[in-house]
Nanobody, 125 residues
Framework: VQLQASGGGAVQAGDSLRLSCAAS????????MAWFRQAPGKEREFVIG????????HLGDSVKGRFTISRDDAVNTVYLQMNSLKPEDTAVYYC???????????????????WGQGTQVTVSS
């Protein structure tokens, strides 16, 4: 079971990027998924989530209205559309799948059992 994240890059403030997270080895259409990010010197933090039923999870207002998450079950891929990027969005972005018996909440790193390798997003002002 693997997650492969891609789509990162270096952009200017105000630009858009779309990250992809392709899953292989099993389908994740019935699983909760999420994107996290980790900036240099900081802990990995929840960005946005998608429930198995198609609902969205947000934590705080830092990306609300700018980032959206979606999935295409036909190709077993989850996307993160990022618009109006800001320098503070600079981080390594990780996709993750919530698996059974996770001890953490859906907003925590410990809430997810399968992780992609991360893709770098750099936003310059």
């Amino acid at each position: 079971v693997q997650l492969q994240a891609s789509g990162g890059g270096a952009v200017q403030a105000g630009d858009s990027l779309r990250l992809s997270c392709a899953a292989s080895g099993r389908t994740f259409s019935t699983s909760d998924m999420a994107w996290f990010r980790q900036a240099p010197g900081k802990e990995r933090e929840f960005v946005i989530g998608l429930t198995s039923g198609g609902g969205y999870r947000h934590l705080g207002d830092s990306v609300k209205g700018r980032f959206t998450i979606s999935r295409d079950d036909a190709v077993n891929t989850v996307y993160l559309q990022m618009n109006s990027l800001k320098p503070e969005d600079t981080a390594v972005y990780y996709c993750a799948v919530r698996t059974a018996y996770q001890s953490g909440t859906v907003f925590s790193v410990r809430g997810y059992g399968i992780w992609g390798q991360g893709t770098q997003v750099t936003v310059s002002s």
